[in-house]
């Protein structure tokens, strides 16, 4: 296996290197501090546990669009003494 993910887009979240079984994935820092794996290629069985763990290859599984609602309440003295808008207040 040559590489986890592309370098540029590793996010360093040591999902791969927790779940290989042969310890054969360490984090390396960059010149510039962040962390990225590197493969021991004498330790690695070539599983492919680290590829599907990464979350740069895995697409999302489900998208549910969701919809958001905000509201007021009408009453001046209720809305003005309340911080989220005071409809708990004018529901109850």
Request: glycine fraction near 6%; charge should be negative; proline fraction near 3%.
């Amino acid at each position: 296996m040559e590489e986890i993910c592309d370098k540029d887009v590793c996010m360093g979240c040591w999902a791969c290197c927790n779940i290989c079984s042969k310890n054969a994935i360490s984090m390396i820092e960059d010149k510039f501090g962040f962390l990225h794996p590197q493969i021991n290629h004498n330790l690695c069985i070539d599983c492919g546990a680290c590829r599907t763990v990464c979350p740069n290859n895995t697409l999302p599984i489900f998208h549910i669009e969701m919809s958001t609602y905000a509201a007021v309440s009408k009453n001046d003295d209720i809305y003005k003494k309340s911080t989220s808008g005071g409809v708990a207040t004018t529901l109850s």
